[in-house]
C-alpha cells in the first residue's frame, strides 16, 4: 500500500498550522492503522457506529472526527470520545450533544455546518439559520458544547472558479462569526478534489479520503 507516501505526499502541500484529517470511512482497520503507523492520528468517520467499533480497536490517542450527517439517536455512541463533530447543522442536534456531553463530563467540540454548495442534496445551514442559532437563549444555556468554528463542502464541479467563490463565501462567513462568538478557530473546507483551492481560500482543516487511501468501495 502507498498510504505512507500519499500522506507525505500531502502533507508537503500543506501550510504550516493546516489540519489533516484522513477521512478512512469504509475502510479497514489495517488500512488506518498504517495510516497511524505513518504518523497520522487525526482521522475522520461519517457513520457513528462504524467510528465506534474502529474507536474500540484502534490506538487511544487518535482523534476521532464526525465529519458526516448526525443523526439525533446515535449522539450517544460517540459521546464519550469524539474529538469533534463537523456536521452540525440544527439547535436541536446541539441540545442533544450537549445532553449526552454532560452524562460523560465533558465539553464536545462541534463545528456547524454551512450550506454552501449549489446541490440540494448536501445538508447544512443558510445565513438567517446561523444567525437565528446564535442568537437563541437556548443556544447560550449549552455548557457541555463549543463551537470551534465552521465547516462546508463545495459543488461537485471541475469549475474551479465556483468552488473558489463557495469557499471565499465561507470564509466572509467564518470571519463574521468570530466577531460574534468566542474561540471560533477551525474553518473546515477542503477535500482530496478541492483542498488546494480551499487553503487559498483560507482554511485550516482540511479533510482527506481518496487522495490519502485510494478510492472507496461502496458495496
Ligand atoms: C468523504 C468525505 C470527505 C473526503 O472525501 P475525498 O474526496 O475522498 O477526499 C470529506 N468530507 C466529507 C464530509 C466527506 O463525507
Known amino acids: 500500500m502507498w498510504i505512507k507516501e500519499n500522506l507525505e505526499k500531502i502533507k508537503v502541500t500543506l501550510p504550516k498550522g493546516i489540519t489533516l484529517v484522513a477521512v478512512s ?18 482521522f475522520g468517520e461519517n457513520k457513528i ?23 439525533r439517536n446515535k449522539v450517544k455512541y460517540m459521546a464519550e470520545y469524539v474529538s469533534l463533530v463537523h456536521g452540525v447543522d440544527s439547535l436541536k442536534l446541539l441540545k442533544e450533544i450537549n445532553k449526552q456531553a454532560q452524562k460523560h463530563n465533558r465539553v464536545i467540540a462541534c463545528l456547524l455546518q454551512m450550506h454552501i454548495a449549489k446541490e440540494e442534496t448536501k445538508f447544512g445551514l443558510n445565513p438567517e439559520e446561523l444567525e437565528e442559532l446564535i442568537a437563541s437563549s437556548e443556544f447560550r444555556e449549552l455548557n457541555h458544547i463549543k463551537i470551534k468554528g465552521l465547516m462546508g463542502m463545495a459543488t461537485f464541479t471541475e469549475d474551479a472558479l465556483r468552488i473558489k467563490n463557495e469557499f471565499q463565501y465561507l470564509k466572509t462567513t467564518f470571519e463574521a462569526l468570530r466577531k460574534k462568538l468566542d474561540g471560533i478557530e477551525i474553518l473546515s473546507m477542503g477535500m482530496s478534489g478541492d483542498y488546494g483551492i480551499a487553503i487559498e481560500e483560507g482554511s485550516t482543516m482540511v479533510r482527506i479520503g481518496s487522495s490519502i487511501f485510494g478510492a472507496r468501495n461502496y458495496s
Open 49 to 71: 457506529q462504524e467510528m465506534t467499533q474502529k474507536w474500540e480497536l484502534l490506538p487511544k490517542d487518535i482523534e476521532w472526527h464526525m465529519i458526516g450527517h448526525v443523526q
Open 25 to 42: 470511512k469504509t475502510k479497514p482497520i489495517e488500512t488506518i492503522r498504517e495510516a497511524y503507523e505513518a504518523g497520522q492520528r487525526v
